[in-house]
T-cell receptor, first 112, second 114 residues
Framework: DGGITQSPKYLFRKEGQNVTLSCEQN?????MYWYRQDPGQGLRLIYY???????QKGDIAEGYSVSREKKESFPLTVTSAQKNPTAFYLC???????????FGPGTRLTVL | GQQVMQIPQYQHVQEGEDFTTYCNSS?????IQWYKQRPGGHPVFLIQ?????EVKKQKRLTFQFGEAKKNSSLHITATQTTDVGTYFC??????????????FGQGTILTVHP
């Protein structure tokens, strides 16, 4: 999991503002994922990308957008349309041989 | 779609007691994975089970895959305070493993009282 970085670690946003969370990996993985985790809850899939320039909606994509212009990078934008954006956001990539997922340290987003 | 049910949601134990979390699927799984998330941290891969009836051990942790490949369990013997965290099971979302997308169980939050 040391091959995935997320920034920033903590992020504060005012209501009505868009914010972009960074995710970078140097594991040479094709597939990358964004999850949302609320306190005491499991992981809910927001978006995933299996290859550069392609991505699909997960279970809770509304109010979020992504891009995948480079293999190493999969940024997530939390838009003002997301009604309850305060959460812990986790980025992951997967090993194509085992489908094991490697997670970044996460970004805690708080909307003020 | 694929659903993976995990129980219990919470487990509080005294240090030295055993702990078990269970994961169940309505469909046959090609494999199942287990992850641990320490408080304030991120999920970390523990193990993958592939074969029917497979049992794997990592020190005090024992992982089992059911004969029908629809359920799995994680058992911790003689818990320690370092075992505190949330344990997740996860299974491939799309029948096979070609896409890497996983469905995670809700997780079991383990608290260990010294």
């Amino acid at each position: 999991d040391g091959g995935i970085t997320q920034s920033p670690k903590y992020l504060f946003r005012k209501e009505g503002q868009n914010v972009t969370l960074s995710c970078e990996q140097n594991l040479n993985h094709d597939a990358m994922y964004w999850y949302r985790q609320d306190p005491g809850q499991g992981l809910r899939l927001i978006y995933y990308s299996q290859i550069v320039n392609d991505f699909q909606k997960g279970d809770i994509a509304e109010g979020y957008s992504v891009s995948r212009e480079k293999k190493e990078s999969f940024p997530l934008t939390v838009t003002s349309a997301q009604k309850n954006p305060t959460a812990f956001y986790l980025c992951a990539s997967s090993d194509p041989n085992t489908d094991t997922q490697y997670f970044g340290p996460g970004t805690r987003l708080t909307v003020l | 779609g694929q659903q993976v049910m995990q129980i219990p949601q919470y487990q509080h134990v005294q240090e030295g007691e055993d702990f078990t979390t269970y994961c169940n699927s309505s469909t046959t799984l090609s494999n199942i994975q287990w992850y641990k998330q320490r408080p304030g941290g991120h999920p970390v891969f523990l193990i993958q089970l592939v074969k029917s009836g497979e049992v794997k051990k990592q020190k005090r942790l024992t992982f089992q895959f059911g004969e029908a490949k629809k359920n799995s369990s994680l058992h911790i013997t003689a818990t320690q305070t370092t075992d505190v965290g949330t344990y997740f099971c996860a299974a491939p979302s799309a029948g096979g493993t070609s896409y890497g997308k996983l469905t995670f169980g809700q997780g079991t939050i383990l608290t260990v009282h010294p």
